[in-house]
C-alpha cells in the first residue's frame, strides 16, 4: 500500500519523515534503520538530531544498515558514503559506530565483500523502515535500470546520468567513481516499511512512472508497487506528477 504525505517545503517533508523514523525508534528501541546518503535525507537526519539532543530519541540500541558504498572510496574519504553518514547523523546522536554499517568500498575482493554484507543484513534481521531517495533514472540503492531486478547486495557500473547527478557533490565529474557496491533489492522489499523522502519538480517524472508506470527492472524503484507498507514523503514540486494539486 502506497501513502502519501505532501508538503510544501523541504523542512516539512524533512519533519514528517524524522517523525516517522522517531516512532519506530520509540516504539522499538532496538529497531533496525535502513538508511540512504544524498540531498534527500539530510534533513531528516538533521531533524533526528535535533529530536536526539532535545532527549526526544535515543540511538544507543539503534542499529543501521547503508544502502550503498562508492569502489574504490576510504571510509574517511570526504566523499565516502560513510563519511556523509558521519557528517549528517552518526557523530551528532548516541549511537554506537560498532551498530552501523556500510559496505565497504576499499575491499580487495568485492565479490566476498557483497556477500559479507548480505550476512550482515541477514543478522541483523528484517530491517524495520528503509529510507531512500530515488534517482532520475528510478534507482533505488545503487540498483541501475537493467534488465532484470538484482537482488542481493552486488557490485554496479554506475550510469552516466547517475554520475553527472553526483557530481556536485565532486569537483567534476571525472572525480565521480564508476562503481559502486549496493544492497540489492530483496532487503530493500523485506522491509517492513519503506520510507521515501523526494523534493523538487526534477523528480516529478520519474516519480509517476515508479508508482504509475509498469513494474520493470528499467524502473528500479517501481517494484515498490508490489511492497505493502511504501510512505512517500515529498513536496509538491516532486508530486505534482502523481497527485491532483
Ligand atoms: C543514496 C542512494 C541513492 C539516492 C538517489 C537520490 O545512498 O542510494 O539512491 O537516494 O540517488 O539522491 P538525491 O537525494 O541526492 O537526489
Redesign the pocket.
Given at each position: 500500500m502506497l501513502k502519501i504525505h505532501m508538503t510544501d517545503t523541504y523542512k516539512a517533508m524533512s519533519q514528517k519523515a524524522a517523525g516517522i523514523v522517531a516512532a519506530n525508534i520509540v516504539l522499538k528501541p532496538d529497531c533496525v534503520l535502513g538508511l540512504?546518503?544524498?540531498?534527500?535525507?539530510i534533513g531528516l537526519y538533521r531533524e533526528l538530531i535535533t529530536r536526539c539532543r532535545a532527549g526526544e530519541l535515543d540511538f544507543c540500541r539503534v542499529k543501521t544498515v547503508?544502502?550503498?558504498e562508492y569502489v574504490g572510496m576510504a571510509p574517511e574519504d570526504p566523499q565516502s558514503?560513510r563519511r556523509f553518514m558521519r557528517e549528517n547523523l552518526f557523530d551528532h546522536v548516541n549511537i554506537d559506530p560498532a551498530n552501523t554499517h556500510v559496505p565497504n568500498g576499499l575491499a580487495e575482493n568485492l565479490a566476498d565483500e557483497c556477500a559479507r554484507y548480505d550476512q550482515v543484513i541477514s543478522s541483523l534481521g528484517r530491517i524495520d523502515v528503509q529510507v531512500?531517495?530515488?534517482?532520475h533514472n528510478g534507482?533505488?540503492?545503487?540498483n541501475e535500470p537493467a534488465e532484470e531486478f538484482s537482488v542481493n547486495t552486488h557490485v554496479v557500473n554506475l550510469q552516466e546520468v547517475?554520475r553527472q547527478?553526483?557530481a556536485r557533490f565532486f569537483s567534476s565529474e571525472d572525480e565521480v567513481p564508476r562503481q559502486a557496491v549496493?544492497m540489492g533489492l530483496r532487503a530493500i522489499m523485506q522491509a517492513r516499511q519503506i520510507l521515501m523522502v523526494v523534493s523538487g519538480e526534477s523528480?516529478a517524472e520519474i516519480l509517476r512512472e515508479a508508482f504509475m508506470g509498469p513494474v520493470t527492472p528499467r524502473v528500479p524503484a517501481s517494484i515498490l508497487q508490489m511492497h505493502p507498507c511504501v510512505t512517500l514523503v515529498g513536496d509538491r514540486a516532486a508530486l505534482s506528477k502523481l497527485c491532483d494539486i
Open positions: 540512504a546518503t544524498g540531498s534527500s535525507p547503508n544502502l550503498d558514503y531512500l531517495g530515488i534517482g534507482h533505488i540503492g545503487f547517475t547527478a553526483n549496493t523528480k
